[in-house]
């Protein structure tokens, strides 16, 4: 499969705990963005990230959530201390650098938190 | 702010008609206009860009660009009821860090 692998598929955490979400981009591609959906909601931008670097994180809340795309291995997005309203589905898209305006997303991460 | 405005819907159409979906943005520096197709609890699939002014088309699919009035919309010939989906439009300048601002989509019922 050569598309975007997210993984897990289908995550449940109490509030309190932390929440980890992997990503690994399309074959060739080399910059990764996260988006959350709301249900009943539009797509809203986290982080956009190339190997070993965060490009802009202007969309990701300040406090408890991380993100990194490290030199080997998939991107990650963590998640601190989750709370109730960090339930939603959390997507990964990637794209090429020399065609950077196309996202392919990945099949997403459907978050619960009890 | 940037803004991209879509009709949340529901647009709904018989089997066999031409589906006609909506999109307008505020930045006129955009460049890069995007279509996606996203059911009911999956992703978001890439169906259709368009990057200069007029049309484009691709098998059913038709997606027209208009930058003086800020407006590009999405064309479905011949209408199935398996394209009953949301249709996200999305918008990125050029130069910039390629993130593109997404409206919240259009709901499309196509109906036998």
């Known amino acids: 499969n050569a598309g975007v692998m997210q993984n897990p598929r289908h995550l449940v955490r109490r509030r309190g705990q932390e929440a980890r979400l992997r990503c690994s981009p399309m074959k060739g591609h080399s910059h990764v963005y996260w988006y959350r959906q709301l249900p009943e909601e539009g797509l809203k931008f986290m982080v956009y990230?190339?190997?070993?670097?965060?490009?802009?994180e202007s969309g990701m809340p300040k406090e408890r959530f991380s993100a990194e795309f490290p030199k080997e291995g998939p991107s990650i997005l963590r998640i601190q201390q989750v709370v109730r309203g960090d339930s939603a589905a959390y997507f990964c898209a990637s794209s090429r650098s020399d065609s950077a305006f196309e996202q392919y997303f990945g099949p997403g991460t459907r978050l619960t938190v009890t | 702010q940037k803004e991209v405005e879509q009709n949340s819907g529901p647009l709904s159409v018989p089997e066999g008609a031409i589906a006609s979906l909506n999109c307008t943005y505020s930045?006129?520096?955009?460049?890069?206009f995007f279509w996606y197709r996203q059911y009911s609890g999956k992703s978001p699939e890439l169906i259709m860009s368009?990057?200069?002014?007029g049309d484009k088309e691709d098998g059913r699919f038709t997606a027209q660009l208009n930058k003086a009035s800020q407006y590009v919309s999405l064309l479905i010939r011949d209408s199935q009821p398996s394209d009953s989906a949301t249709y996200l439009c999305?918008?990125?300048?050029?130069?910039?860090?390629?993130?593109?601002?997404f409206g919240r989509g259009t709901s499309l019922i196509v109906h036998p």
């Open positions: 368009i990057y200069s002014n």
């Open positions: 990230l190339q190997k070993e670097n965060i490009i802009d």
């Open positions: 999305a918008v990125s300048e050029a130069g910039g860090s390629y993130i593109p601002t």
């Open positions: 930045d006129r520096g955009s460049q890069s």
